[in-house]
């Protein structure tokens, strides 16, 4: 009988980051620091406008691409915020079903079968396997933990070579926390105007920046006409559920992925579109608000390795920590799997992120604060157990 699976397919390693969060779900008096995802729920002026919505009879198709509404809140909003103007937001903004299939789309708009995808790692599951199906040939840069995760200018130089056409770049960063400040990106322009090459600038934790206020690369000169910014409303309006993102860039590129969604998606939920409109205008205080208490849990999770002396550098994005357990002698998926069976905590090991992340955890603090007091309590003991151990 003839083989039905595509070879690219069944190539594919399934993601690494749900493996320790089903074990967890089984666990009684398990704490998961696995998922990321906000613990807040929608605020509800936002759920109360996609009810409205139902209510109204608001169930029909969409335009594929999108509300014309909700297009222009979203050229409104990334003006507001960042300062660069679509003004045409009916051909350079595409609403998508999450961030997750704007990748996937931009990816397969782009890329020719053996362009090449420069990938920074350790980065989201996604980027690769996206890159893979669409037919490009990933390259890695792995990131270091002495540059703070970030990438350089020398690191992506490195890389290039004359099949390079798309830079993935991923800040803030999941799952280290890393950001890039604008003199970073700003070398990092250089190099990808002087070699002619694209970017796909993921922001979908833009709003969670705890150092300075976040900084798009398609704000440089140059960079916007090079430049598909994703971004979408499940990180930031705590909307994952609701299934919803975005693309902008030039119109000839939002033109073909626009194209394969309409193919295979027809158009993003309708329900989730209006109430995405209602995030975009009202929901910027809901947003300060969650923000303040991911900080405060960012720095109590910083204080806590400090007492125990585990390195973490300090991460300045996202909801994600990233400490190193490489004076334990053990894989991180070693040290994942023995952490939840003996102290029922889930983490994520770094190499779920790729291989440059071995000897890394993922800890995310998109949980409460009584959560993660508990579950440090339970990492400092496993901790000194270990470390007892190595004495012996």
């Known amino acids: ?18 493996k320790f969060f089903d074990i967890a779900s089984e666990m009684k008096d398990a704490i998961s620091l696995g998922v990321g995802e906000p613990d807040f729920d929608t605020p509800w002026h936002i759920r109360d406008e996609g009810i409205y919505s139902l209510e109204k009879g608001k169930t029909h198709y969409t335009s594929n691409a999108g509300l014309k509404e909700l297009r222009e809140e979203i050229a409104n909003y990334i003006y507001r915020k960042q300062g660069i103007r679509y003004q045409e937001p009916m051909k350079e903004i595409v609403v998508t079903v999450g961030g997750s299939e704007a990748i996937d789309i931009g990816f397969r708009a782009m890329v020719n079968p053996g362009d090449e995808v420069l990938i920074p790692q350790p980065s989201f599951v996604s980027y690769e396997p996206c890159a893979v199906l669409a037919g490009a040939k990933p390259v ?24 390079t056409k798309i830079l993935v770049l991923p800040f803030p960063n999941n799952p280290t926390g890393a950001i890039m400040e604008r003199a970073d990106l700003e070398a990092i322009a250089e190099v990808i105007l002087k070699h002619d090459i694209y970017v796909m600038s993921d922001e979908i934790y833009s709003e969670m920046s705890y150092k300075e206020k976040h900084v798009s690369i398609a704000q440089l000169p140059g960079m916007k006409e090079r430049t598909i910014l994703i971004n979408g409303f499940s990180k930031a309006y705590a909307m994952t559920g609701w299934r919803l993102g975005y693309a902008c860039g030039p119109a000839n590129i939002i033109e073909q992925m626009i194209k394969i969604h309409q193919f295979a998606i027809m158009c993003a939920p309708t329900t989730s579109q209006y109430a995405a409109v209602e995030a975009l205008k009202n929901g910027d205080e809901d947003v300060a608000e969650m923000c303040t208490a991911y900080n405060q849990r960012r720095r109590y999770l910083m204080h806590a390795f400090r007492e125990m002396g585990l390195e973490c550098f300090e991460p300045y994005g996202a909801f994600y920590t990233f400490p190193c357990i490489k004076e334990f002698g053990m894989t991180s998926d070693e040290f994942a799997m023995k952490f939840l069976e003996e102290e029922k905590v889930a983490v994520v090991p770094g190499t779920a992120f790729g291989d440059c992340g071995e000897g890394y955890l993922r800890l995310s603090y998109a949980t409460s604060l009584e959560n993660l007091k508990t579950a440090m309590s339970r ?13 012996k």
């Open 1 to 18: 009988m003839r083989n039905p699976l595509a070879e690219k397919v069944v190539d594919i390693k399934p993601s690494g980051i749900r």
């Open 140 to 163: 890695i840069i792995d990131l270091k933990a002495e540059n703070e995760f970030r990438l350089t200018a020398r690191e992506l130089e490195e890389a290039i070579t004359d099949r």
């Open 379 to 391: 990492l400092e003991k496993f901790v000194k157990k270990l470390r007892q151990e190595q004495k």
